[in-house]
């Protein structure tokens, strides 16, 4: 629904709403606890009346939910209607309102099956809409202002939080509570956005929305990618479950570069064996896990993520799958997205 426009002459922006601590509200304010998701797309714009000097606003709901709860239905249907409002030629950029915790698995998703070169761009908070100093209006007024700029066209998913501006691909949340949760460990900050005035950086390294294989998102279906995190001491036995219950794919938060222990290296091998695609990534937070190195690789089947920390490697293997079980080019992927 159209929301109240100051002029006409205004760049016109889709927002689709998924819900999330931006939409959130306490029982008392600055009290403890608070629920994800209550307010509506329509109030989160109320509050910002500033808007109305940026851009026309399309408003969507296309999800109600703490973003904890986000899965691949829900990416699908968001997926579909942000092709959908970029297809459209009155509109000139997406802002989607996300939860923060899982909100990088979404941005890099987009990020993949996307095919556009319009402005997509992700904001959260990490306060719910009632607290003392709540960050969503900023940042929903920055990400407005980030969608509406020609110079954020060609980025790939942006993601506005905390007036920062990040690549879907680099951007990590690593705080539980702050408002400088997202951080970007390995190529820093796409830009920032003070007050609606962007300042954008050097351009994305990696393949991306108009440029992926896969963009637009195909209706198959995708597999079951698992997360197993190693630890000092890891056994075998999830690798083993993960198998037996139907994992079409494991990413291995592993120790340092990527590693795991004896016994779980055994498993993963016998899991690779029987067609199921393995990756290396780590539980560190940064750095790169490369090939080779203290696994074998090239002996086991195993995949080396790069830079993609287990969450994002889980993304890219999912759609991976969708293409390919060769794990050299399930690797060639991991080394262009
Ligand atoms: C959520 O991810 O939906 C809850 C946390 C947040 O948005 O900050």
Redesign the pocket.
């Known amino acids: 629904m159209p929301a109240p426009s100051g002029s006409p002459l205004l760049p016109r922006i889709r927002l689709l709403a998924t819900?999330?601590?931006?939409a959130g509200a306490q029982p008392s304010a600055g009290g403890p606890g608070y629920k994800?998701a209550v307010f509506s797309a329509e109030a989160l714009i109320a509050a910002v009346p500033q808007l109305t000097d940026r851009a026309e606003i399309e408003i969507e709901q296309v999800a109600a939910i703490?973003?904890?709860d986000m899965d691949t239905a829900t990416w699908r249907k968001l997926a579909q209607r942000t092709q959908a409002a970029v297809d459209d030629p009155r509109i000139s950029g997406v802002v989607v309102t996300h939860?923060?915790?899982?909100l990088e698995e979404t941005a890099f998703f987009l990020n993949l099956v996307v095919r556009t070169g319009k402005p997509v761009v992700l904001v959260?908070?990490?306060r719910p809409a009632t607290a003392i100093s709540a960050d969503g209006p900023m940042n929903l007024y920055n990400a407005v202002a980030v969608a509406t700029h020609p110079d954020s066209a060609d980025r790939g998913v942006l993601v506005v939080a905390n007036d920062e501006v990040h690549f879907a691909r680099e951007v990590a949340k690593t705080n539980t509570t702050q408002v400088g949760t997202f951080r970007a460990t390995h190529r820093g900050l796409a830009g920032i956005v003070n007050s609606g005035r962007l300042h954008l950086y050097a351009p994305p390294v990696r393949r991306h929305t108009a440029a992926s294989e896969f963009a637009p998102l195909a209706p198959a279906p995708l597999p079951r990618v698992d997360i197993v995190y190693a630890y000092a001491g890891m056994g075998r036995e999830l690798l083993d479950a993960a198998v037996q219950t139907g994992a079409g794919g494991l990413v291995i938060a592993g120790v340092g570069e990527g590693n795991l222990g004896a016994e779980a290296v055994q498993a993963a091998a016998a899991a690779a064996r029987k067609g199921v695609a393995v990756v290396r990534s780590s539980r560190t937070g940064g750095g790169v896990v490369e090939r080779n190195i203290e696994v074998d690789d090239d002996g086991l089947g195993f995949i080396a993520a790069d830079e993609l920390n287990p969450q994002k490697s889980r993304v890219l293997l999912m759609l991976g799958l969708t293409r390919s079980r060769d794990p050299l080019e399930l690797q060639a992927m991991f080394l262009s997205y």
């Open positions: 819900g999330g601590t931006i994800a703490g973003s904890q939860g923060t915790d899982t959260g908070a990490m």
